[in-house]
């Protein structure tokens, strides 16, 4: 027994091994994140430390483009939660969703599961008359087919097409079929 009180600095260090104290609760977000750079009202957490920050460009985006990448299955409830309330509980599921704080607190969540772009307009912000000739590309890109003709040579080529269809030497289908039947039948 004396040999162990002998050499106190082992015993010490066996015995720190064995305790361990543990927190319940939520951590100390100032604590764990203490290194943020302040820039533009908004905290970054750089990985590494000779990383540049990217400048902020003009206006952020109104829109984002969320694309589901991962399985439902095995996951929590209040992530399959978050996935259906955003629209993305389907396989393959887009949405496209408000850039506002209640968003993007969702989206944090689930930043792991989803795919997450800014939607950008190229030409322009659709109205509700562009509603139609709008489509969404797989990079986030919002584009809007305008109208490049004038109406009246659509009114002309309307017209034209409604000269050929009624038009008295035209040949009906049947007659047509006819036709192309003998054709096959006697070629030479």
């Given at each position: 027994?004396?040999?162990v ?9 066996q015995?720190?091994g064995?305790?361990s ?7 100390n ?5 203490k290194?943020g750079i ?13 990383r ?12 984002f483009?969320?694309r ?9 409830y209040?992530?399959?939660?978050i996935l259906?309330?955003?629209?993305l ?9 408000k ?5 993007n ?8 599961l989803?795919?997450?772009l ?11 008359n ?10 986030g890109e919002?584009?809007v ?5 004038a109406i ?10 409604e000269?050929?269809r009624t038009a008295?030497?035209?040949m009906d289908?049947?007659t ?13």
């Amino acid at each position: 027994m004396l040999k162990v009180f002998q050499t106190p600095s082992l015993l010490g260090q066996q015995l720190k091994g064995l305790i361990s104290v543990r927190h319940y609760g939520k951590p100390n977000k100032k604590f764990l994140y203490k290194d943020g750079i302040l820039k533009d009202q908004i905290y970054y957490y750089p990985r590494d430390s000779n990383r540049e920050i990217p400048a902020l460009d003009g206006e952020p985006s109104k829109l984002f483009s969320v694309r589901r990448l991962k399985p439902i299955k095995g996951l929590p409830y209040w992530e399959k939660r978050i996935l259906r309330g955003l629209g993305l509980y389907e396989k393959n599921g887009v949405a496209v969703v408000k850039n506002i704080p209640e968003n993007n607190a969702r989206l944090w969540k689930v930043k792991h599961l989803v795919e997450i772009l800014p939607i950008t307009f190229k030409y322009g912000e659709p109205t509700e008359n562009d509603i139609e000739r709008t489509f969404l590309k797989e990079d986030g890109e919002c584009v809007v087919i305008r109208k490049l003709e004038a109406i009246e040579e659509a009114n002309t080529k309307l017209m034209a097409a409604e000269q050929v269809r009624t038009a008295k030497n035209r040949m009906d289908g049947e007659t047509l079929r006819k036709d192309s039947r003998l054709k096959w039948l006697n070629a030479w």
